[in-house]
């Protein structure tokens, strides 16, 4: 059974950042296309990005340039750098297996202005 669970929430000022990670059981992680996403207070679940197993990345337009996700497959953990963070920013970020559809319970991170 894969378990997802991701760290690295906190609280950030405008113009910070923060880098979560996603650690991963489960070998077959590892080949499979690995998302971030978030959920902000009050609003619909969004999908922030994917990384594919051998390191594609596609972004939400409204994290291209501050945004990076990256991985380690022997760690069998995936990154979210976020840079020039904003208060819009603020939410749960839950990173989750596309192929299996398996979700991390989410990490918070909030933005100050």
């Known amino acids: 059974q894969v378990r997802l669970v991701e760290s690295g929430g906190g609280l950030a000022q405008a113009g910070g950042s923060l880098r979560l990670s996603c650690a991963a059981s489960g070998s077959i992680c590892s080949f499979h296309t690995m998302g971030w996403n978030r959920q902000a207070p009050g609003k619909e679940r969004e999908l922030v990005g994917t990384i594919t197993n051998n390191g594609r990345t596609n972004y939400a337009d409204f994290v291209k340039g501050r945004f990076t996700i990256s991985r380690d497959n022997a760690k069998k953990t995936v990154y979210l750098q976020m840079t020039s963070l904003k208060p819009e920013d603020t939410a749960v970020y839950y990173c989750?297996?596309?192929?299996?559809?398996?979700w991390g319970q989410g990490t918070l991170v909030t933005v100050s202005s």
């Open positions: 989750n297996d596309r192929f299996l559809d398996a």
